[in-house]
């Protein structure tokens, strides 16, 4: 069964043009992350919202942003792509935050590649 | 300070061998230390995870071995099988920042 889900897998967008990527989560927790993961590195933290408390990291383009409307859902926006932002965006969840036996544990999504072209 | 590093980058072994990865880290704040299994296309899949309160923990044909003195952490792949050939991340998670820090990753080739 899907726990954290991604969509679209594959994103194709033109420079300059506004995408969304969406994720969402059957788990019901209450944290979800966003990470960039390129070719060969770890993945990169871009944000995270703990509930509705958005969680941005210092070294996040102003281009990124994200929004989560309920527990479940939760998007990416880039709001003008460049060359550069081609990578897989990866989603994950922990049911909270650090504290918690396990709780903190995060569950990532399959990813979805973004392509500009 | 915020650092994982891990090594090997790239790994190649026999089938039925042992993979060993290693990582290290210098932030004490460091409380929980997961891997995760990640094949090509895929995201990253929690393979197994440790506390600092445990030396070892042994789930299948994956152990983790954790040296707290060293800040060293480890994971051994038991009778290593071609299946099992993909990127692996060590991680590292601060209570006070809530943060999981990667390792650089290692690719596993297991050859038949």
């Known amino acids: 069964d899907a726990m954290v889900i991604q969509n679209p897998r594959y994103q194709v967008t033109q420079f300059g043009k506004p995408v969304t990527l969406s994720c969402s989560q059957t788990l019901n927790h209450n944290v979800m992350y966003w990470y960039q993961q390129k070719s060969s590195q770890a993945p990169k933290l871009l944000f995270h919202?703990?509930?509705?408390?958005?969680?941005n990291e210092a070294d996040t383009p102003d281009n990124f942003q994200s929004r989560r409307p309920n527990t479940s859902f939760c998007f990416l926006d880039i709001r003008s792509p460049g060359l550069g932002d081609a990578a897989m965006y990866l989603c994950?969840?922990?049911?909270?935050?650090?504290?918690?036996?396990?709780?903190?544990?995060?569950?990532f999504g399959p990813g979805t590649r973004l392509l500009v072209l | 300070q915020q650092q994982v590093k891990q090594s090997p980058q790239s790994l190649i072994v026999q089938k039925g061998g042992i993979s060993i990865i290693n990582c290290a880290y210098e932030?004490?704040?460091?409380?929980?230390f997961p891997w995760y299994q990640q094949f090509p296309g895929k995201g990253p899949a929690l393979l197994i995870a440790i506390r600092p309160d445990v030396s070892e923990k042994k789930e299948g044909r994956f152990t983790i071995s954790f040296n707290k003195s060293a800040k060293q952490f480890s994971l051994h792949i038991m009778d290593s099988q071609p299946g099992d050939s993909a990127t692996y991340f060590c991680a590292a998670l601060s209570g006070n920042t809530g943060k999981l820090i990667f390792g650089q990753g290692t690719t596993l080739q297991v050859k038949p």
């Open positions: 919202y703990y509930d509705k408390d958005f969680n």
């Open positions: 932030n004490t704040a460091f409380d929980y």
């Open positions: 994950a969840t922990s049911r909270d935050r650090p504290g918690w036996q396990f709780q903190e544990t995060q569950y």
